[in-house]
């Protein structure tokens, strides 16, 4: 019963995750559009929220559950679809952290990159929960 419970928090926390994670590289598409001053001001707190409030606090549970998950089943370890799966979460962490860092550049008003740059980074975490579905539940290795 202990192991449904996690799981079903496991995967409630990986949608909040994934919530924040494909939303907010979409406001930095509008943000890097903004030219007047309240706009900008106003897609900063909304990143800020976004990132602190959604996605960090989705991603913490995420991972906490996904560890108490292995820990109650050890034997996953050794099985190749779990590799994969950890490689993908690993990607995904650092893609937190790099919206973390593009969040702080447009606080301090220090963007470098245009609006297409961020539609095109906005679908790299797709290639991560596709490849994360498919590990753990196909199983291909």
């Known amino acids: 019963m202990l192991y ?4 079903a928090l496991h995967i409630i926390s ?3 995750w994934f919530a924040g994670v494909f939303y907010l590289p979409r406001l930095f598409v509008y943000h890097a559009q903004t030219n007047d001053h309240v706009g900008q ?15 960090t606090p989705g991603a913490i549970a995420t991972v906490i559950t ?6 109650l ?15 993908l979460v690993g990607c995904l962490i650092i893609y937190h ?9 447009f ?9 297409v740059f961020f539609r095109w980074y ?16 196909v199983k291909p290795m």
């Open 14 to 16: 990986m949608v909040v």
């Open 66 to 71: 996904g560890l108490t998950l292995v820990y």
């Open 122 to 137: 906005n679908e790299l975490p797709t290639i991560v929960l596709i490849g994360a579905v498919i590990a753990v539940v």
């Open 107 to 115: 606080a301090d008003n220090q963007n470098r990159y245009s609006s």
């Open 41 to 55: 001001e106003r897609f900063k707190v909304m990143e800020r929220k976004l990132f602190w409030v959604i996605m």
């Open 4 to 7: 449904l419970w996690v799981k």
């Open 73 to 87: 089943h050890p034997m996953w370890l050794k099985a190749g679809w779990m590799h994969a799966k950890l490689l």
């Open 97 to 105: 952290i790099s919206c973390g860092m593009f969040l702080k550049a």
